[in-house]
């Protein structure tokens, strides 16, 4: 089954909130027919990445850091290449597994802390994901190259996703 030439989007443009939702559920949709009874989840979240990456024009990096001890380890990613390992509540990632909460930040270089693994990144949303018991294995983590890229629909959005196809 062929499913790379459904992503033709061209980067670098934050789409209006109608267009957004649009590109979400349609993203949704290949996912769910995609990972329908997969349980690996290195396949779930490479294909998550990549589904993700390769719909959304406003996605300058896509990727999952998974939870190692007390390191967050670079996982399944889209873009540049990717700082490896990031400590328990540093920078954006850690943060967010460290409060176990979604963190949406539209300037990252307002961000306390912020790490820069690529200086053109300027917004970014980062969502936890967890096992089926609810405890967080990883995170995803996207980047913009434009600032304020992501706001309330990316965040239900990838929220939903993060329920839907939970890690082993």
Known sequence: M??????AVVKGRVPAAEEKQ???????????????GETESVLIMGTIAAVLHQSMPHYF???F????????LVGSYQGTPACLRIAHGRGV??????EARTMLVRDVHAF????????????EIVVPWRDAS?????VLDVDSDQKAAFDEIDQKWL????????LA
Do not use: N
């Not at 559920?25 to 290949?30: D, T, V």
């Not at 850091?65 to 967050?72: A, I, P, S």
């Not at 929220?159 to 939970?166: K, N, S």
């Open 61 to 63: 990096w896509t990727g």
């Open 112 to 123: 306390p802390g912020h790490i820069a693994c690529d200086a053109r990144s300027a917004s």
């Open 2 to 7: 062929s499913h790379g030439e459904a992503y």
């Open 93 to 98: 990632c850690g943060s967010a597994w460290a």
């Open 159 to 166: 929220e939903r996703l993060a329920r839907d196809f939970p």
């Open 134 to 138: 609810g405890a967080v294995v990883a």
């Open 65 to 72: 850091y998974r939870v190692v001890g007390e390191e967050l």
């Open 22 to 36: 649009s590109l979400y559920q349609q993203a949704a949709e290949a996912l769910k027919g995609m990972l329908a």
